[in-house]
């Protein structure tokens, strides 16, 4: 999470969109910036609106805008699953290594998810509290609009580093397994379609 305190501006980390990247570029202009552990780095909007943005408001005297990206849903999903697969993931627990990503699509779609499969919802990340969510939230596909709309709030030219890039694998679905994530990540579906 990035925060610049005179444009008013919070920059959601939201997992498996490039927030370590942004971070590299924009760490230096940040009033402040949470980069670890990753539970505070990720902090989503729920948890902003209802304790981080209140005392930010109250400080500054107004309000902040709070932006994200997010992706579109089964390749965010797809980026989880390649990350979970290196060989250095230190829980062999949450390692995908030997699983196929059908099968991994799956597990998420399953109650209760596996320890292999708990990597949350865009959508609940996103969506906060009885509608209040992100004020404005950006296709990852699209991350020149997002750089686009930063450079014009922070009036500086940004360049991403490549950072964190998960390794490549099959990304192969079933009708079946497709047809079953539509249903189970609809929410997810249904904000990124909204955002055009």
């Known amino acids: 999470m990035l925060v610049f305190w005179e444009q008013r501006l919070a920059i959601l ?7 370590t990247a942004i971070e ?3 760490e230096s202009l940040a009033a402040v910036s949470i980069q670890r552990p990753p539970a505070l780095k990720h902090t989503n909007v729920a948890r902003f609106r209802r304790f981080v943005g ?3 408001e109250t400080a500054a005297g107004g309000p902040f805008t709070v932006v994200a990206l997010m992706r579109e849903p089964r390749d965010w999903l797809g980026s989880w699953y390649r990350y979970r697969s290196r060989d250095d993931i230190p829980d062999p627990d949450k390692s995908t290594q ?8 799956q597990a998420w779609c399953s109650q209760p998810r596996p320890t292999f499969a708990k990597v949350g919802s865009q959508a609940r990340f996103l969506k906060g509290i009885e509608g209040h969510g992100a004020d404005r939230v950006f296709r990852y596909e699209n991350i020149d ?3 686009a709309f930063l450079e014009d709030r922070l009036d500086f030219q940004i360049l991403l580093p490549r950072l964190n890039v998960s390794p490549k694998a099959p990304m192969e679905l079933s009708a ?3 047809a079953r994530l539509q249903v189970a990540a609809a929410d997810d579906f249904a904000l990124y379609d909204s955002l055009g």
Not at 13 to 19: L, N, R
Not at 98 to 105: T, W
Request: no cysteine; glycine share 8%; proline share 7%.
């Open 98 to 105: 030997g699983i196929s990503f059908d099968a991994f699509v």
């Open 54 to 56: 209140p005392y930010l």
């Open 176 to 178: 079946e397994t497709l």
């Open 24 to 26: 590299a570029a924009l």
């Open 145 to 147: 609009t997002f750089i």
């Open 13 to 19: 980390a939201t997992p498996k969109t490039g927030s």
